[in-house]
């Protein structure tokens, strides 16, 4: 293990606080979605830094980062992009749609049709897109940070199984309490300037190159045999809650496993032990249960139900 590399992503991680107050459980998803090599989707109320705390990360870590805002009327093709007619060559050519970065911010994501949003699927899950016949790779590494909305505000769309099954994890950011909203408005009425992330002082920290090697040494991690039975056991518990409709499947566990792998590099350990994977089960697990009716009409969340799930699940020793 590269001590290093794995000190500089420690360096990175602080010096997204430069920009962002507080939010540290998100900006260790995003870090772990990002080395994983999967897909994060952020939730929240409009205002609590969702966007900035992914521009921020893309700075620091000096990754090509593009955005898209997701809108009622926007197509497929704005998203992976399209052929149109060169009227000079007298041909069809195939103009790259912003998929075609390392980190692509879908903004508010909930807020376009299905259509569109399914549009993403061949891109979060191949890491390529095919059009008119031809497949073209995305670069490495890719990752979907997206933001949305709680689902009961006006003009939202609910996510398809598929496209949220596509996430890693789901990331839920909540309000800030009060001295950390202090510390906001301390920083705006100093002069800070969202838009200008080196003006304040956000310097990038590491590079594409790095990432892809930290996610080399986080794959070599060991992961012991009872542990991943306990990972199996943990998946298969949610099947049997008499609050979920439909339970973890079997590539959510591999998903846990993949990010407790991760976590348990960024924090140091020689190996993956129970704390690693019990720290993953909320983000990872929580968009990947369906809940009854009757228990959603109780006030049941997927959360507590995860709370409950680990409570009952022998821990290996």
């Known amino acids: 293990m590269s001590e290093d590399l794995r000190a500089r992503l ?7 606080g430069k920009a962002v107050v507080g939010q540290q459980e998100a900006v260790d998803g ?27 990360l893309s700075h620091v870590l000096a990754l090509d980062t593009k955005r898209v805002q997701f809108t009622p009327d926007l197509m497929p093709g704005d998203v992976t992009g399209s052929l149109v007619y060169d009227a000079k060559e007298g041909e069809f050519e195939f103009r790259e749609g912003p998929v075609f970065t390392n980190l692509l911010l879908a903004d508010e994501i909930n807020r376009t049709p299905p259509k569109t949003q399914s549009s993403l699927l061949e891109a979060m899950e191949e890491r390529q897109v095919s059009a008119d016949g031809v497949t073209r790779r995305l670069p490495d590494p890719f990752m979907v940070a997206a933001t949305m ?53 956000v310097a990038p920290q590491l590079s594409a190159a790095d990432v892809t090697a930290a996610r080399a040494e986080a794959a070599r991690i060991p992961v012991s045999a009872d542990l991943l ?16 409709k439909l339970g973890v499947s079997p590539r959510g566990a591999t998903a846990l496993l993949a990010a407790a ?13 129970p704390d690693h994977v019990q720290a993953m089960v909320p983000p990872v697990l929580r968009h990947r249960i369906q809940l009854r009716p009757e228990a959603e009409l109780e006030g049941i969340g997927a959360d507590s139900i995860l709370r409950s799930v680990l409570q009952q699940v022998p821990v290996p020793r």
């Open 261 to 273: 792998k991760t976590w348990a590099y960024l924090t140091g350990a020689p190996g993956v032990t």
């Open 149 to 201: 909305n709680p689902v009961e505000y006006e003009g939202t769309y609910t996510l398809p199984e598929a496209q949220l099954d596509r996430f890693l994890m789901k990331l839920v950011l909540a309000l800030p309490p009060r001295d950390a909203e202090i510390e906001v408005l301390r920083r705006h009425a100093m002069g800070f300037d969202p838009r200008d992330l080196r003006a304040a002082g």
């Open 10 to 16: 420690g360096r990175a991680r602080a010096e997204v």
């Open 30 to 56: 995003l870090l772990v979605g990002l080395i994983s090599g999967g897909h994060v989707l952020l939730e929240g109320v409009p205002g609590v830094a969702k966007t900035l705390l992914v521009r921020t």
């Open 229 to 244: 039975a306990y990972i199996v056991d943990v998946a298969r518990a949610t099947r049997q809650s008499p609050s979920v």
